[in-house]
């Protein structure tokens, strides 16, 4: 049965627990991030829902300990990632999230972060990630990875983003673009066309080897019959330079 109270709850081994009474959403995605690193705070859940926040309400909330905190966010997003960008550098993990707008943090009494469709919160305030819009309030579905790409754990990982739109800061790139420097580009360099639906696909980090010397990759799934030209079946793999099939692929539906 449900649990009067709220719409997060936590299992203690016997029963479930209602996590604070205070939500006002119910929420979409779940994610645990240490927000600041190695220091003394503890671990944080971040709650997110996917829905327009017309209530006046944030669309992202944290648990503290005791409550759920507001973060001055009502924008519309569809997709959420917790990642330490810089490796085995000082910074600590962040929380992004991407979606349907260009300014985010605007809630009451606080100014908005111009953030091209993808903000980072640190915990206290939201930040753009990198220069150049990956989208705008038209661009309502975004597609979100990051991975190791040079195979060393010490240095910075880098974020693939896929978007509706076939442009970065006016110029035509195509519809995947990868994080450089804090500048997103186009991912090969050249104006290129992706794959359809590429804006509804799933990346992730994948190493076949383990800890052999091959290097991981980044896996693409979606709905497409090509990747930048390169015939895949709804599931493709990005090695840094070039994309390639997986086997048969997966099927595809159009």
Known sequence: GSLPGGPVARWDGNAWVIVGS??????STLNVIDFD?????????VASRFVDPFDNWDSVAVWNGQTWARTNCRNYHNLTLVADMDGLGP???????????????????FEPVDAGSIGA??????????????????????AFGEWDH???PATPRQVICGSTLNVLNGDPCGTLAKLVDGHWLPIMGTRTYSAYNIEKSVMMEYDADGSGPQPPRLIIGSQFEFMHQVPAVSIAQWN????SA????LGYTN
């Open 150 to 152: 040079d195979n060393n």
């Open 121 to 142: 919160f640190d915990g206290t305030v939201w930040h753009p990630l990198g220069t150049g819009s990956m989208g705008n309030q038209n661009s309502t579905e975004l």
């Open 37 to 45: 690193g190695e220091g003394p705070g503890p671990e944080r859940l």
């Open 240 to 243: 840094g330079t070039q994309f």
């Open 91 to 109: 910074a600590p993990a962040r929380y992004y999230m991407a979606g349907a707008f260009g300014t985010i943090g605007e809630s009451s009494g």
């Open 22 to 27: 205070n939500l006002r959403f119910s929420a």
């Open 246 to 249: 997986m086997g048969a692929g």
